[in-house]
């Protein structure tokens, strides 16, 4: 759940981490670990289900929308931080910073 909600609040996200979507990475967590020869989901499993569910439904935020505009950023500059960010790297960023559970 740390994960979902990583997505949720990321900068660069505008939407797409509806409640259906999350549904649908449970269950192809659940889904893969017997697919795998295993009895219980591991990190890598839900890793890889979160890449394969999110990637084409996260929106990627307007330069405008961005929440540093509320702040006093200006739209050039986060216009050229979000050049070139796809919803592969900020997936990557949250599953980095996310910590895995013992």
Request: charged letters at 20%.
């Amino acid at each position: 759940m740390n994960i979902i909600s990583y997505l949720r609040i990321h900068r660069f996200v505008a939407g797409g981490i509806s409640p259906l979507a999350t549904k649908h990475c449970m269950q192809l967590c659940k889904s893969l670990a017997p697919l795998h020869g295993l009895e219980f989901v591991t990190p890598s499993l839900v890793g890889l289900a979160v890449k394969k569910i999110y990637a084409h439904r996260l929106q990627i935020v307007k330069p405008e929308g961005e929440r540093s505009v509320q702040w006093g950023g200006r739209i050039d500059d986060v216009a050229n931080v979000l050049e070139g960010v796809t919803a592969e790297a900020i997936i990557e960023d949250v599953l980095a910073s996310v910590e895995v559970p013992l």
